[in-house]
């Protein structure tokens, strides 16, 4: 099954909007393994980054991150990278369609309140920059579990 790394990022934090993020993965069905809320370390939050180092903004960036808080998920369910990223919206929310959480709760793309890994490959590395295998916990839904 796959996985991928959700992350409510600081300004959503401050404005209120865990619960509103973790509510849309979960209705639509997902399933959540892995959850905790930390204050990143700037070489933490550079090497999550990594890929932005040339980017202008990149110093801004990690910066912002390591002043947390930041509440890292580990969702699991079928194509969850790509229909995470679907329900995210653009990067930029100014760009992203209403209906998307992005589109419906933020303005400014420096304060765009959520992150998700962009591909399988990346996934799989965020997942293990942020969680220890032993924080990841599998678990069965009630559809899942067969009573006498
Ligand atoms: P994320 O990694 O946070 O899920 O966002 P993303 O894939 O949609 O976008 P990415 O290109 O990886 O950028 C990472 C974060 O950097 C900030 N950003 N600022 N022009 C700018 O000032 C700018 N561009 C990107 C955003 O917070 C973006 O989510």
């Not at 550079?46 to 390591?66: N, R």
């Not at 930041?70 to 653009?90: L, Y």
Request: glycine share 10%; charged share 30%; net charge positive.
């Amino acid at each position: 099954m796959e996985r991928t790394l959700i992350a409510v990022k600081s300004d959503g934090v401050q404005r209120g909007l865990i619960g509103e993020i973790i509510k849309r993965f979960e209705h639509r069905g997902f399933k959540l393994i892995g959850l905790k809320m930390v204050k990143p370390t700037e070489d933490l939050a550079k090497h999550h980054y990594i890929d932005l180092k040339d980017k202008p903004f990149y110093a801004g960036l990690c910066k912002f991150t390591s002043a947390g808080p930041f509440v890292a998920m580990c969702w699991e369910g079928q194509n969850i990278v790509k229909m995470g990223r679907d329900m995210m919206g653009e990067t930029n929310p100014a760009d992203s369609k209403p209906g998307t959480i992005r589109g419906d709760l933020c303005v400014q793309v420096g304060r765009n309140i959520i992150h998700g890994s962009d591909s399988l490959e990346t996934a799989k590395k965020e997942v293990a920059l942020w969680f220890k295998p032993e924080e990841l916990i599998e678990w069965k839904s009630c559809a899942e579990v067969y009573t006498y």
